[in-house]
């Protein structure tokens, strides 16, 4: 049985034009460029420059007709007779053209490095065919984690190559011989003994392949103690062997070139400058690269000219003005939704700074207090989830280095003295007595409890070991040391 009624509900919905705003507080200054560099592209109603009231017109835009310069005419717009139309085409250009590109070079990956070994191996086609698929599985940091008995199912199905066990294991042998040392391992106790194999013989080496063979176990826990009457060494020589283990390389695919090329071109570029003008904190957003923009006025003037001739409008010519009015509306909501976005970004960076003013006077984490996002968002009257975008991916430059924002949100707790203190400034005293400590003899959290104690902040030890953690600080039995 169908009814109608009638019902009455209360929703909100967000305009594009804030859905805009909301993606733009969550994108940092690298990325905000790369949009900006996109938007120019996609959209022509969007131009460089600033932006001039309707009153303001420079000479230049004023013919001698006294008319403006940038008017169009919409037939000539829709045509595209004035391009020739090879310029069109993409296999335009002719062999006796110059090129005009910036040549660079691109260095080879970790695995088209390991390819290019292979041609060096006297395999045939089959054996070949096996080399590629092993590299193929080898991941990024140089390991090889899949068992030869996977992969040989694994390559019947998809390649139909059939193989056996003995076979993938004498082609996973010969790739371990590729350089780096230590690539093909299927885990770090291999790895480390793969590398120690290719060491020129001495009696350290000698001794490290020992430990990583049979007492790798006690090695990773630092139980030296029992390697020492195992293989009955004094300090000196376990002390050499296991320094010769440092300096392995326990991820050898990182140790490629091409990999630190790409590690070394993450720069992290600041959101925020700070500045200390004798006491006196300024902040600015670093928009050095960051260009202005503004509406075309080629296409604001197609309105004009429709408006010109309303009775003669024929609908290919209503098209192409809805189509520059559609352009034109996203052009303004990608210029309102930036200012918008810099609006909120000083206004919240602001009152952190101005929050947090004692540590951008004396950058020392002991004067750090504690701020929660509600602090912020009370100040500047966002939402919390606001505050949070604006902090996440973003950094500040200031003249103590270049922080992440969410650095300076920490929890509070209370003193002996009652007074209310960051947790950041309780990580800081517990790295500082880490740092400090008898390597020989490290601090466990019972005594790092004792130690804050000490200093008046009395805290319980499962507390400890969270921010131990927190600061990827090892548990005592792996700070040890020789």
Known sequence: MLRQSLEQ????????????????????????????RQELEE?????????????????????????????????????????????????????????????????????ENLISQLGLQQLDEHERMLAE????????????????????????????VHTTDVEMEEIISVIQEFDPPGV????????????????????????????????????SKKHYDRIKKNLNLDDDTLREAVTEISKLNPKPGNAWGGNLLEKSMTVVVPDFIVENEEG?????????????????????????????????SSTQLKDAVMFAKHKIDSARWFIDAIKQRNETLLTTMTAIVNFQYDFFIEGDDVFMRPMILKDIADITGYDISTISRVSNSKYVQTEFGVFPVKYFFSESMVNESGEE??????????????????????????????????????????TVAKYREQLNIPVARLRKEL
């Open 43 to 111: 959209n022509p109603a969007l131009e460089e420059g600033a932006e001039k009231n309707d009153n303001e017109l420079d000479d230049d835009d004023i013919n001698d007709d006294g008319g403006n310069n940038d008017d169009m005419d919409l037939e000539e717009y829709m045509a595209d007779d004035d391009i020739p139309d090879y310029r069109l085409k993409v296999n335009n250009t002719s062999k006796d053209d110059k090129r005009e590109d910036i040549p660079f070079s691109i260095g080879t990956t970790f695995h």
């Open 280 to 312: 006196k904190l300024s902040v600015h957003l670093n928009n050095s690269n960051i260009p202005e923009l503004k509406v075309s006025s080629a296409y604001n003037n197609l309105f004009h000219e429709y408006n010109d001739k309303k009775g003669k």
């Open 133 to 160: 698929y092993v590299i193929g599985n080898i991941d990024e940091e140089g390991y090889l984690r899949r068992t030869a008995e996977s992969m040989v199912d694994d390559i019947v199905f998809h390649a139909g």
């Open 421 to 462: 203190i960051s947790t950041r400034e309780i990580k800081k005293i517990l790295q500082d007595c880490v740092d400090g400590e008898d390597k020989k003899k490290p601090l466990n959290d019972e005594a790092l409890v004792d130690v804050l104690k000490t200093k008046g902040y009395n805290i319980a030890r499962r």
């Open 9 to 36: 509900k209360l929703q909100q919905k967000l305009s594009p034009a804030q859905i805009q705003v909301i993606k733009m507080l969550e994108v940092p200054t690298l990325e905000l460029e790369e949009r900006i």
């Open 184 to 219: 093909g391992a299927a885990n770090l106790q291999e790895c480390l003994k793969l590398q120690l194999e290719r060491k020129k013989y001495s009696n350290k080496v000698d001794i490290a392949l020992r430990i990583i063979n049979d007492y790798f176990e006690e090695f």
